[in-house]
């Protein structure tokens, strides 16, 4: 699977724009800060977009799940904005409500509307609730890292449950947001969990898989413990109610959403919000559909729903009020929760200038937000490749990266056959796409891109445009692939060839990647699509810190040295093309070995010369180095970035599986 959490059936190939689309171009747009609703001490207004509505109505209630209204309000249309509106002469805190609209002489079913920021139980009714005393102490004052260039950024992507649901986490409120409050948690053996993990970790940002309110699991029968990825996008703009203690208080699920970012901000770790604006979790059935009938999402001629998300359906980005809704829904959450980064689910769905709005609008209120996101779809769509955030697109694109599947696929083997094996472990052939990854994708006077696996031309015109990754929450883990792929070999191998990957991945320029627990050679029992697995499968068994201490301790020292040597982040292609020098080597003598040198202090580096030299194969392999007094880094599964000892050079022996790094 390439992306989405649900992969489904994918239409013939068509890129004809859909003559479907036609009626909706006269549409008025409307983006005023008023949408859905506006508070004040003595009235509350509310506004619902939608410009075909042959009438609209108002439902409040005084319970956020059961009961009937206890008032019906005929809205008023405003024809020139689209819009219905109806004000109630009082303060409505503490109440509930959804809409309806007419269509075709026919009342549709109520919705709590596309802009409902707060919600009651399982999402189906809207609240109103004053978002001033959702904040914790010193909210005022909060705010994530400081982010100069994005390759500075060690991204650690997680899920709430899998990170704290296993009894040996340690911590209390298993599978909340409160989570990640709580510090001192320890697992069995005494070794940190949690948010203690993380600053032992070193990584600089966590990318927390969906966390607004999804579909799929039922917020009023927790104990039924009913896991999902959250891929079924509900309610966009409000928490997800399982993550909070209490689901059925509106507040309470937005309170405990920021006190998980603010304690995050205090360890001095941003947070990225994985956001699926991609599709809904239901079709006619969804908000967007249920407020402005056929609008929002794309169709074929035929005037069925196009399904590039693979899940049943795609919205439209590039018509305006849609374009407009992702783009105020992000900039809601960087304002209002301090989030820091946005995650984009199969982005390559978006159009090009919907995601370089985003991008600039965002940037506008923190410089530091990160934008990245897949540059694929799960299948074919109306909107015209070219207008696509597609990889092969991302130098249309300004500060916005995309995932790299030339790292991904080259490294450990490709993501659609278990069995295949990468570079990493043993398989020949891939030296030069591991290349392309190694480059960040740009344009590089020693790679051959024509025979690069996936990509044919360099797609990067800046490393800052690439995410390098080895494994996330789709397909197989890394542990589970190297089980797998490296059957019959001994687990130190396995290990080691993990080592080797993810030294491949901290290493190369453009922004590091990793899947939270494999430092701790996580598994998910070699299930590789996940999304409602049970806790048995997904959680992170937090007895493996002790277990596997010693591929903790590496990838720790990874990150301490990727921190340390800018080298390592280089943020200009041209950067690259002059400091990153690749060593000759005859693969076909030679399989599955890559020497190269960063050198001159590049990047304002210490070291003036920097060697990396990566062994793929199962035996030992012999490499030529400049005589002279070298500082090991990293040799034979062992990394210190002070050092591991001295080296003269000449003719050097590398171990299985493995890196040796070099410094001068």
């Not at 070995?593 to 960063?598: D, E, P, T």
Request: net charge negative; with cysteine.
């Amino acid at each position: 699977m390439v992306g989405s959490a649900l992969l489904c059936s994918v239409p013939s190939l068509s890129f004809a724009q859909s003559a479907f689309d036609e009626q909706f171009v006269a549409y008025p747009s409307y983006n005023g800060n008023d949408l859905e609703l506006l508070l004040s001490e003595n009235s509350t207004t509310f506004k619902l977009w939608s410009p075909k509505a042959e009438g609209a109505r108002l439902n409040l209630y005084d319970s956020g799940h059961n009961g009937a209204p206890y008032s019906v309000v005929e809205m008023t249309p405003i024809p020139s904005e689209g819009t219905w509106t109806a004000t109630i002469p009082q303060n409505l805190t503490g109440k509930f409500y959804t809409f309806r609209i007419l269509k075709d002489g026919k009342w549709l079913d109520e919705t709590p509307g596309v802009w409902a920021k707060a919600v009651g139980l399982n999402g189906k009714r809207a609240a109103v609730i004053d978002f001033d005393t959702t904040n914790p102490e010193g909210w005022a004052d909060d705010k994530g890292p400081e982010v100069k260039n994005f390759s500075d950024v060690i991204l650690y992507e997680m899920h709430h449950r899998d990170f704290s649901q296993h009894p040996s986490s340690g911590i209390a409120n298993k599978g909340k947001f409160l989570a990640l409050t709580e510090t001192g948690s320890l697992s069995p053996n005494g070794d940190a969990t949690g948010i203690d993990h993380l600053k032992e970790l070193g990584i600089t940002h966590v990318h927390i898989l969906p966390s607004y309110d999804y579909n799929s699991v039922d917020e009023g029968n927790l104990q039924l413990n009913q896991y999902n990825w959250g891929y079924d996008p509900l309610n966009y703009n409000a928490p997800e109610g399982s993550y909070s203690t209490n689901p059925s208080d509106p507040a309470t699920r937005v309170r405990e959403m920021k006190q998980m970012i603010k304690a995050l901000h205090d360890a001095g770790i941003g947070v990225v919000m994985d956001v699926v604006y991609n599709h809904t979790a239901d079709n006619d059935g969804s908000n967007f559909e249920l407020t402005a009938p056929g609008y929002y999402h794309r169709h074929w001629d035929s005037g069925n729903y196009s399904d590039a998300s693979g899940c049943g359906n795609e919205t439209a980005s590039e018509r305006q009020q849609m374009r407009d809704f992702i783009i105020n829904s992000v900039k809601y959450w960087a304002d209002e929760y301090h989030i820091d980064g946005f995650r984009f689910d199969l982005m390559a769905i978006h159009d090009i200038e919907t995601m370089n709005e985003v991008a600039a609008e965002l940037k506008k209120i923190n410089p530091s937000i990160f934008v990245y996101g897949e540059g694929w779809t799960a299948g074919d769509s109306p909107l015209a490749p070219e207008r696509r955030a597609l990889k092969e697109n991302v130098a249309k694109m300004e500060n916005i990266a995309v995932f790299s599947d030339d790292l991904r696929d080259a490294v450990k083997g490709h993501y659609t056959d278990v069995a295949d094996r990468g570079f990493a472990t043993g398989k020949p052939g891939l030296e030069e796409t591991v290349k392309i990854g190694i480059v960040a994708a740009t344009p590089h006077p020693q790679v051959d891109y024509s025979k690069g696996n996936n990509s044919k031309f360099p797609y990067a015109s800046s490393p800052e445009m690439i995410v390098n990754y080895v494994s996330c929450h789709d397909d197989l883990c890394l542990t589970d692939k190297l089980r797998k792929s490296m059957a019959g070999e001994p687990e130190e191998n396995m290990l080691a060839a993990a080592k080797l990957a993810q030294t491949i991945v901290f290493t190369s320029q453009g922004t590091p990647f990793m899947f939270a627990g494999e430092e701790i050679f996580r598994d998910k029992q070699g299930v590789h699509n996940s999304y409602k697995s049970p806790d048995s499968i997904n959680a992170i068994d937090w007895n493996n810190k002790s277990n596997y201490r010693d591929l903790f301790n590496y990838y720790q020292g990874l990150i301490a040295l990727r921190k340390a040597h800018p080298a390592f982040r280089m943020t200009s292609a041209e950067d690259i093309a002059r400091h990153l020098k690749f060593d000759k080597i005859d693969s076909a003598k030679t399989p599955n070995l890559i020497s190269y040198s960063l050198k001159d202090h590049a990047n304002g580096d210490d070291w003036n010369e920097i060697k990396v030299i990566l062994n793929g194969n199962a035996g030992k392999a012999e490499v030529k180095v400049p005589k002279g007094e070298w500082k090991i880094v990293a040799e034979d599964g062992k990394i210190n970035p002070q050092g591991l000892g001295t080296s003269k050079g000449g003719k050097l022996s590398i171990a299985p599986y493995s890196a040796l790094i070099l410094a001068r």
